[in-house]
């Protein structure tokens, strides 16, 4: 009888550890077609940001990988100096090849271990001979709880949504 209840004590504690594991916030962002020649894919990074603005998640950065050293990752000017230029690149996980127009999907992880609060997920984008654009996301953090929220960018960003699941 006690075996049997400390089995299903375990199982029940393996069972609360996977939930809080699968925190994790998914994020669509939208690069939309621009008529422009020539065209130059945008660099993009989506990080997820306290009250105080303060990096807390690093999502993704979409930069082209061929070219050696950071050239051009300081034009995301936002995400160069909230924690950018202490990357080393390329970085496992996080950094990713520029994309063409479309809808392209970021997950942030991790999510269990934040206090409760506001954050925003923020998308920046900066295109060589084009704009820069950046928007912010915000949504409430409750720990066990649902959250969304969008966005649109004007220009170098279209749509923006994020889906927040406990």
């Known amino acids: 009888m006690r075996s049997s209840l400390s089995l299903v004590a375990a199982t029940i504690a393996v069972a609360a550890a996977d939930t809080a594991l699968a925190a994790s916030a998914t994020v669509t962002v939208e690069i939309p077609r621009i008529d422009a020649q020539p065209y130059r894919k945008p660099y993009v990074a989506v990080w997820l940001e306290d009250a105080t603005g303060k990096q807390v998640r690093m999502g993704a950065v979409f930069h082209d990988q061929a070219r050696i050293g950071v050239r051009w ?20 996980g996080i950094s990713r090849p520029t994309q063409a127009p479309g809808r392209h999907t970021v997950t942030l992880s991790g999510l269990e271990g934040l206090a409760p609060g506001r954050y925003a997920v923020v998308v920046e984008a900066a295109r ?39």
């Open 73 to 92: 990752l300081p034009e995301l000017r936002t995400w160069w100096r909230v924690g950018g230029r202490a990357m080393t690149m390329p970085a496992d």
């Open 128 to 166: 060589e001979k084009g704009g820069r654009e950046l928007v912010k996301v915000p949504f409430e953090w409750r720990a066990g709880r649902r959250a969304a929220g969008s966005a649109r960018g004007n220009a170098e960003l279209g749509a923006i949504a994020v889906s927040v699941q406990p």
